[in-house]
């Protein structure tokens, strides 16, 4: 599968590879870090993901490409809210979790094998900085970041 864009975003966290990976995939944890997005899936290699907005409409559908716990999860993404953005491709988003005795370096990777116009690009180059900054709060702190309008983080 041949790239046409790839972002990767890195952060660095005081928990366990083992607690990230929880975060990654409990929908409780995911509702508190990811803009009120609750996350479902089994995490088998071949099933479905779906996100959900907090009114319950789904949000993300994809399906899991690779899971091995608690290091790596790898997932297609096809935004499915909103019809423009269901006519794109789906992409494909991965988590590498390296443990660094104490903390992780938690990596992150937004894949898009076909091309895609740079206006739909940018929601992810502004979302993914604020949902893994609201990770890393909700875990070193155990507080979530209050409720926010993603557009006003840009």
């Known amino acids: 599968m041949k790239k046409t864009s ?27 870090y990811f803009l009120g997005r609750g996350v479902e899936s089994d995490w088998k290699v071949g099933s479905q993901v779906t996100y959900y907005r ?4 789904l949000d993300v559908r994809g399906k899991v490409l690779k ?7 790898s997932y297609t993404w096809h935004v499915e809210w909103n019809e423009e953005f ?15 005795g104490g ?9 898009h094998p076909e091309a895609v116009e740079e206006k739909y690009l940018e929601g992810g180059r502004r979302g993914w900085p604020v949902i893994l900054s609201a990770l890393k709060t909700l875990l070193e702190t155990g507080h979530a970041f209050p409720a926010f309008d993603l557009a006003a983080c840009a």
């Open 6 to 32: 790839e972002t990767t975003y890195i952060t660095y966290i005081a928990a366990t590879a083992e607690r990230v990976w929880e975060a990654l995939t409990d929908s409780t944890l995911s509702k508190e």
């Open 54 to 57: 907090p009114d319950g409409r």
């Open 67 to 73: 899971s091995d716990r608690p290091s790596l999860l």
């Open 86 to 100: 269901r006519r794109l491709p789906e992409a494909v988003v991965s988590f590498k979790i390296d443990s660094l």
């Open 103 to 111: 903390f992780v370096r938690l990596t992150v990777t937004e894949e």
